[in-house]
């Protein structure tokens, strides 16, 4: 018998909801035989959006919650006010162990302050880093942090490297993931305080392959499989890499259509061109969670559509079948052990 995955789904979050959290769930449900939606938020809103499609019977449940965190609110007052929010609601299921994953669309800071204050960290776990995929030339690499800790400490890189291992080699099926570590050089004694501190920490940690540091302009061409930095600088790489992918798609659609020549060769090219720039499509690789939890907490772009959504679901799946966060609490245990006289 499959192990069925329970996964919440804010359907209130974002800037498309209710709409497309709700076609995610319907189309997921349709695919996939292994998992259950639960819909969190306003009953009448979402029941009324769920005539639109035929869903298996039993496969999403709905949720009430009555209230809606904005995106402009004070993140920490908006999660210890709004009690009865679809964010907050979601991730007490979570918490209490009746689903084993939670994804929003919703504001940023209030989904990094709810996962620690309802959800929970790890014990031994410092600070949660949000770590999404980011692509390259050879697939996929793990951004972490890249915006849950703007002052973090060299300890927390180390913890960061750790768990990016952890989920690259169990998620993404990367043996012996590389780590990186950005800098502005790649000599040991380049960089400021932070990164000069943290080198040599993770030189020392032999369960993971650090290569040593690595450049901004290196990052695409897939030099490493585990991104490390601090949350300022890894959402600098993050919106400068969504940025330069969008505008190079625009240059170049806008270049095949000069003249009647280009648009020929565009014809000639568009399957492949179509393929190769799919790559650098984020909404594919679905969310970034939020890890060291004691649960997924998975963060979605606000302006996602079902797709990308569908796809955070999968990614969901496979966190949880992997026991991700039971591999995390185990390196942690051997590491405590070994620091112990």
């Given amino acids: 018998m499959k192990q069925i995955i329970r996964v919440v789904v804010d359907a209130m979050g974002g800037d498309n909801a209710p709409s497309q959290p709700i076609k995610a769930a319907a189309e997921a449900v349709k ?6 939606i639960l819909l969190v938020g306003q009953e009448e809103v979402i029941q009324r959006e769920l005539k639109q499609y035929q869903i298996p019977e039993g496969r999403i449940r709905v949720i009430p919650a009555s209230e809606v965190i904005e995106m402009g609110e004070p993140p920490v ?5 709004k009690k009865d929010s679809s964010m907050v609601v979601g991730m007490k299921l979570v918490k209490q162990g009746e689903a084993d994953a939670f994804i929003s669309s919703g504001s940023t800071g209030a989904v990094l302050v709810g996962g620690q204050l309802v959800v929970g960290r790890i014990r031994g776990i410092e600070r949660p880093p949000l770590a999404p995929l980011i692509p390259t030339e050879h697939g996929v690499a793990l951004l972490i942090d890249c915006g849950a800790n703007v002052d973090a ?21 990367v043996k012996n993931p590389r780590v990186g570590l950005v800098n502005i ?13 943290t080198f ?15 450049e901004a302009r290196d990052i695409p061409a897939g030099v490493c499989d585990v991104v490390v930095c601090e949350a300022f600088v890894g959402n600098v790489i993050l919106k400068l890499y969504e940025g330069v992918g969008k505008t190079m798609m625009t240059m170049i659609k ?9 648009k020929v060769g565009a014809l000639l090219v568009k399957p492949a061109l179509k393929e190769t720039l799919k790559a650098f499509d984020a909404t594919q690789y679905g969310g970034a969670p939020l890890l060291g939890l004691n649960g997924l907490v998975v963060k979605t772009h606000g302006s996602a559509k079902s797709g990308e959504i569908k796809n955070a679901i999968a990614q969901c799946v496979q966190f949880t079948q992997q026991q991700i966060n039971a591999k995390i609490k185990e390196n942690l245990i051997i590491e405590k052990k070994q620091e112990e006289p």
């Fill in 31 to 36: 695919e996939r035989e292994d998992i259950e």
């Fill in 77 to 81: 007052n908006a999660i210890r006010r």
């Fill in 153 to 173: 400490r060299a300890s927390h890189l180390v913890q960061f490297a750790k768990m990016g291992s952890i989920y690259m080699e169990n998620v993404m099926g």
């Fill in 185 to 197: 050089g790649a000599e040991e004694e380049k960089g400021n305080a932070l990164v000069k501190e």
């Fill in 200 to 214: 040599p920490l993770l030189k020392k940690c032999e369960d993971i392959n650090f290569i040593g540091n690595v």
């Fill in 254 to 262: 806008n270049g095949m259509m000069t003249n009647t020549r280009s």
